[in-house]
């Protein structure tokens, strides 16, 4: 008897509620659980330590601090939670400093939204009979709501 997978756990830390919507919207649409969200780093740390995610989409720049300081605080308490950064800030330097500190993804929220799906998709799943979509577009032409295909 197979086990249907259960769906993937996402916590999204961005202080834009409408990154966060966006996001969200697009991970339901793939069957992804949205596990939280904060908008503060301390309600970041806090709410992923709690609900313990599959993967963390967290941005760099928090109006009230950084999203390093999420990073390197959950990292610390639970070394296996996945981190994938979406930011404006998608500068060298930060790219750099994050996937050094242990990020596993850093996309720009401007060049690679789209991407973001699959990057999450490729983490949680067990091995598959097929790979993870390789990009995300808009569901349909009539659609305005992106969504991985």
Same mark, same amino acid.
């Given at each position: 008897?197979?086990?249907?997978?259960?769906?993937?756990?996402?916590?999204?830390?961005?202080?834009?509620?409408?990154?966060?919507?966006?996001?969200?919207?697009?991970?339901?649409?793939?069957?992804? $659980?949205?596990?939280?969200?904060?908008?503060?780093?301390?309600?970041?740390?806090?709410?992923?330590?709690?609900?313990?995610?599959?993967?963390?989409?967290?941005?760099?720049?928090?109006?009230? /601090?950084?999203?390093?300081?999420?990073?390197?605080?959950?990292?610390?308490?639970?070394?296996?939670?996945?981190?994938?950064?979406?930011?404006?800030?998608?500068?060298?330097?930060?790219?750099?400093?994050?996937?050094?500190? /242990?990020?596993?993804?850093?996309?720009?929220?401007?060049?690679?939204?789209?991407?973001?799906?699959?990057?999450?998709?490729?983490?949680?799943?067990?091995?598959?009979?097929?790979?993870?979509?390789?990009?995300?577009?808009?569901?349909?032409?009539?659609?305005? $709501?992106?969504?991985?295909?």
């Amino acid at each position: 008897m197979q086990h249907p997978t259960p769906p993937t756990r996402v916590f999204l830390a961005d202080d834009s509620a409408l990154s966060r919507s966006r996001v969200a919207a697009m991970l339901l649409n793939q069957g992804m $659980e949205i596990a939280g969200q904060a908008d503060t780093p301390e309600l970041a740390i806090t709410g992923i330590l709690a609900s313990r995610p599959d993967v963390v989409v967290l941005d760099v720049q928090f109006e009230k /601090g950084t999203g390093m300081q999420v990073l390197q605080a959950v990292l610390k308490a639970v070394p296996g939670i996945r981190f994938i950064i979406l930011s404006n800030h998608a500068e060298p330097a930060y790219r750099a400093r994050y996937l050094a500190a /242990g990020a596993a993804y850093f996309l720009d929220k401007h060049a690679e939204f789209y991407q973001l799906c699959a990057a999450v998709a490729g983490f949680a799943r067990p091995k598959l009979a097929h790979p993870p979509p390789s990009s995300c577009s808009s569901s349909s032409s009539h659609s305005k $709501e992106p969504s991985c295909h």
